[in-house]
C-alpha cells in the first residue's frame, strides 16, 4: 500500500510564511520530508517549528505559499489530510476525567474507527507505548512522561501515513527516549513520513536520516545524516596526550591546525573519520601516549551551531 | 457534520462533567431547593377557594427558568477556550471531526444536562397539577418552551466561549447577555415609555367635561336646588379630549424578548372562572396580559368610557381584554431561536480550521 517511490507521496512545503499581526512566526520555510524517511526540523526556540507544524496539521493557513501533505492541500482538503496526519503537539493536555484507554478510543471515536476495531487498535498501541498496565487508570495521575507517551498514541491511532511531532522527547526518562527512537525508526520502516522537530540534537542524529535545519523563521540548510555524512563530514577531535610538546610538534611538523583549550586539551579539525582514525595510527606511531581521542561534537551539532550562529 | 461525530462529542463532554463535578449533589441541592420553594408557596397559597395549582405551577416554573439560566451558562460559557486552554481543543480539531460536529456536540451535552435539571423539577409540576387549575397540555407546553430557551441560553454561551481567549470573559459576557434579555428589557422598556407618551387628542364616547359644565343645577320651584340626578346613558356622546397617551405598541417588541414573558405567556393559566384575573397569586398571568396589553397599546378607535346609570357600560378592565387578545410569546420565542441559531453559526464559524486570521490574544493550540 505503501510505495516509497511515489513522488506526490510525504510533505511538500515550498515557500510557506506566516505571520500573526506583526510578528513574523515563519518566514520563508521550504522542506521536503519523503516517506520511509525520518526528518528532524531543528531550530532554536521561536524560529517557526511549532507554527510551520500547525499548518502541516491543517490548523492553521499559511499567508503564502504551499504545502502538501501526500498530494493534499491541507488548506483546501483539510478533511483528506486529517485522515492520514498523526499530530503530536507540543504542550498538550488531556481530557483528565478519563481513563488512558477512554482517551484513546475517543480519538478512534472522532476518526469513526468502528467500535470492535478501535478496541483491537488501542490494544495494540497500548502495548506499543508501554501504557497498558496504565490502561484504566485516569489520565490526570500519569507522569510528564507517560502523557508524552499517550500523546504519540494519540497521533497513531488512525495509522497515519505521516507524522507530524512536536518536541516528541521532552520530558522522557532515558529508556523511553531510546524506545521512542526504535518506534520511529519502524514508523519509517513501514514507509511512513516523519517528522520530528526536536532540541536534542544527539538524540535526532541517531534517529533522523536527513535534518533540515530553520532559524528565524527560515529553512537555512538541509542536511542528509546518513553514514556518509558523517564520515567525510569535516569534524572537531579533541586529543589529550601525556607528552604535550611531542604532541604539539608532531601537529605543527604535520601542518595540522591546532587549537588550544582549556585544560591543556588539543583541538583539531579534521575531515570524516578516515581522517581521523589515520591522525591517531601516526600520533601513536610517533611514540606519542594519546590517552583521548574524542569528536568534539557530531555533525548535526556543527550544522545546527554553523546555522544559528547569528542569532539575536 | 455527521450524527456519529455530535454524539461522540457529546459523550465526551458528559463523562467529563459527569466525573469532574459533583452533579449528584448538584442536582440533590437544585432538587431541595425547588421543593422548599414548592412546599412554601403551597402553604402560603393554599386556599380552598381557589385552586392552588395554577400559583404552583407558575412558581415553580418561573423558578426552575431562573436557577437554570443561572446554571446553564455555566455548562457552555467556558467550554472551548477552556477546551483550549487545557489544550485539547485542537486534538479534536486535527481529527475527522468538523467544527459543526464540535459545536452541536457540545451544545447537545449541555442541553442534556440542562434537560436533567427541569426532570429534576417535574415531581413538583405533578404536585401543582394534581392540586388542579393547571391542564397538562399548558404544563407540556411551557416545558417545551421552558427546553428551547434553555437551548438558547446553552448556544448564546457558547458562541462567548469561541469569542474570547479567557473562559472568565466569556462567563462575564454569557452573564451579561443574560442580564439584558432578563433586566435589559424590562428597563429598556420602561425608560422609552416617556419617549412614546405624548398629549394627544382622543375620541371618546362617554359624558363631555362640558356636560358638567352647561349642566345648570335645576331648582325646584320653591327655590331649593334639586338633587343632582348626574348624566344618563342618553348624555354620552362622541367627542374629543386632550389626554395623556402612551403607545406602548411601539415597543411592546422589546418584553417578549424576556425569556421570563416569553416562557410566561407560551402557558398562562386561566383564570378560575368568576373569580377574574386577579384571583390567587399568578404572576405568569399578569405578566402574559401585561405584555399582550403592552403589544395593543392605543387602538386610535373610540374609547368607549359611557360609566353612567344602570343601562350604562361596566368599566372593561383592559387587562381582562389583553389576556383575551393573541399571545406575544411566538415573537420573543422566535427571536431567541434565531439568536440561539446565530451564535452556533457564529461558534461553528469560530472553529473552523485551517484558521486564517487568529484573533489577538488566542492560540490555536
Known sequence: ?312 | MSWHGITTVARLELRQRVRTSKWVVVLAVWFAVIALVTVLSYLALHDPQVRSGAAMYDIVIFFVLGLGMLVVPSLTATSINGDREHGVLATLQTTLLTSADLVLGKLLAAWAIAGAFLVTALPFLVWAWVEGGVPVGRILLSLVVLMLVLAVVCALGLMFSTLTARPVASAVLTYLAMGALVFGTVIGFSLTAFLVSDEETVRVHGIPNSWYENESQPFNPDGTPQEPTGPTPADCVEHDEVRNVTHTERIWWMLPLNPFVVVADAAPSDPPNDQGLYAGFTPMRWISAGARMARLGETGEVRQECYVGDGGQEPPDPMEAAAKSAGVWPFGLGFLLLSGAGATLLAHRRLRTPVRRLPNGTRIA
Open chain 1, 1 to 312: 500500500m505503501l510505495t516509497e517511490g511515489d513522488p506526490a507521496r510525504g510533505i511538500e512545503v515550498v515557500g510557506v510564511r506566516r505571520a500573526f499581526g506583526d510578528v513574523l512566526a515563519v518566514d520563508e520555510i521550504s522542506l521536503t520530508a519523503r516517506p520511509g524517511e525520518v526528518t528532524a526540523l531543528i531550530g532554536p526556540n521561536g524560529s517557526g517549528k511549532t507554527t510551520l507544524m500547525l499548518m502541516l496539521a491543517s490548523l492553521l493557513v499559511p499567508d503564502r505559499g504551499t504545502i502538501r501533505i501526500d498530494g493534499h492541500d491541507p488548506v483546501v482538503a483539510p478533511a483528506e489530510v486529517r485522515r492520514r496526519i498523526g499530530w503530536m503537539p507540543d504542550g498538550f493536555g488531556t481530557w483528565d476525567a478519563l481513563t488512558v484507554r477512554e482517551v484513546l478510543e475517543t480519538i478512534a471515536a472522532a476518526y469513526r474507527i468502528p467500535s470492535i476495531q478501535a478496541r483491537a487498535r488501542v490494544e495494540a498501541l497500548l502495548h506499543t507505548v508501554h501504557l497498558a498496565d496504565l490502561a484504566d487508570r485516569r489520565a490526570r495521575v500519569l507522569s510528564r512522561g507517560q502523557k508524552q507517551r499517550l500523546g504519540l498514541a494519540r497521533a497513531l491511532v488512525n495509522d497515519p501515513s505521516v507524522l507530524l511531532l512536536d518536541e516528541p522527547a521532552s520530558g522522557l526518562d532515558p529508556r523511553s527516549r531510546i524506545e521512542l527512537r526504535d518506534i520511529l525508526r519502524s514508523l519509517a520502516a513501514q514507509g511512513r513520513t516523519v517528522l520530528v522537530s526536536s532540541h536534542i540534537l544527539t538524540e535526532l542524529q541517531e534517529v533522523a536520516d536527513r535534518a533540515v535545519i530553520v532559524a528565524r523563521g527560515r529553512s537555512i540548510e538541509t542536511q542528509r545524516l546518513d553514514a556518509d555524512t558523517v564520515s567525510t563530514g569535516l569534524a572537531g577531535w579533541r586529543i589529550d596526550s601525556l607528552d604535550p610538546h611531542l604532541l604539539g610538534d608532531f601537529l605543527r611538523r604535520h601542518n595540522v591546525p591546532t587549537q588550544q583549550v582549556h585544560g591543556g586539551l588539543l583541538e583539531v579539525e579534521v575531515a570524516g573519520e578516515e581522517n581521523a582514525a589515520r591522525l591517531l595510527t601516526d600520533l601513536v606511531g610517533a611514540g606519542v601516549r594519546v590517552t583521548a581521542f574524542t569528536p568534539t561534537r557530531g555533525a548535526l551539532e556543527s550544522a545546527y551551531l554553523a546555522a544559528t550562529e547569528d542569532r539575536q
